[in-house]
């Protein structure tokens, strides 16, 4: 079956600007999160949405924002881009819990 | 608050060597515990995980890891590395209870001489 599919695969975009970044997960798959991984900082949890509802929103500025379509396919959005913002976003889908997981390959976002 | 140590930053073993790849965590009650590899550029891959039962278990690629409660540990075990080994290997802390999501250890690189 089809894996998790992250695109775009590389962005580079300059500071103030906004950014979205899309993940479809695989089939059958309700649950999509999101991390953001970085040098400094690792893994770090973002959001989850679980048909198309917010169930957890990790410690980030309200900057960061995502939402879930009914076709379970997600998006997140990052606004007024920071250089601290540069890391590879990584999405996951499940079932429905963290036992499940299925990474994708991830986006590369680059802030100059 | 609960966290996850992986003290060696980077390793490097020679092929055909064991590995060990030390975990701990800190977690209130009995986690769900992960291991995943990452190879550059990619994404995580799951190598095994536990939740309970036998404390010893098996994963892909020739992998395992041990459960031990006593020392809130998980560390990750193969008995002969390979060159395809090297990569990064993170251990994770699974909360299945309100918050769905892992926490992460820093990671461990590994490298492998030929």
């Known amino acids: 079956k089809a894996g998790v599919t992250q695109t775009p695969r590389y962005l580079i975009k300059t500071r103030g600007q906004q950014v979205t970044l899309s993940c479809s997960p695989i089939s059958g798959h309700r649950s999509v999160s999101w991390y953001q991984q970085t040098p400094g900082q690792g893994l770090q949890f973002l959001f989850e949405y679980f048909s198309e509802t917010q169930r957890n929103k990790g410690n980030f500025p309200g900057r960061f924002s995502g939402r879930q379509f009914s076709n379970s396919r997600s998006e997140m959005n990052v606004s007024t881009l920071e250089l601290g913002d540069s890391a590879l976003y990584l999405c996951?889908?499940?079932?429905?819990?963290?036992?499940?997981?299925?990474f994708g390959s991830g986006t590369r976002l680059t802030v100059v | 608050a609960q966290s996850v140590t992986q003290p060696d930053i980077h390793i490097t073993v020679s092929e055909g060597a064991s590995l060990e790849l030390r975990c701990n965590y800190s977690y209130g009650a009995t986690p769900y515990l992960f291991w995943y590899v990452q190879s550059p550029g990619q994404g995580l891959q799951l190598l095994l995980k536990y939740f309970s039962g036998d404390t010893l278990v098996q994963g892909i690629k020739g992998f395992e890891a041990e459960f031990k409660r006593s020392q809130s540990s998980f560390n990750l075990r193969k008995p002969s590395v390979h060159w395809s080994d090297a990569a990064e290997y993170f251990c994770?802390?699974?909360?299945?209870?309100?918050?769905?999501?892992?926490?992460f250890g820093q990671g461990t690189r590994l490298t492998i001489n030929p």
């Open positions: 994770a802390v699974g909360f299945v209870q309100g918050a769905q999501k892992l926490v």
């Open positions: 996951a889908s499940s079932l429905g819990g963290v036992d499940g997981y299925t």
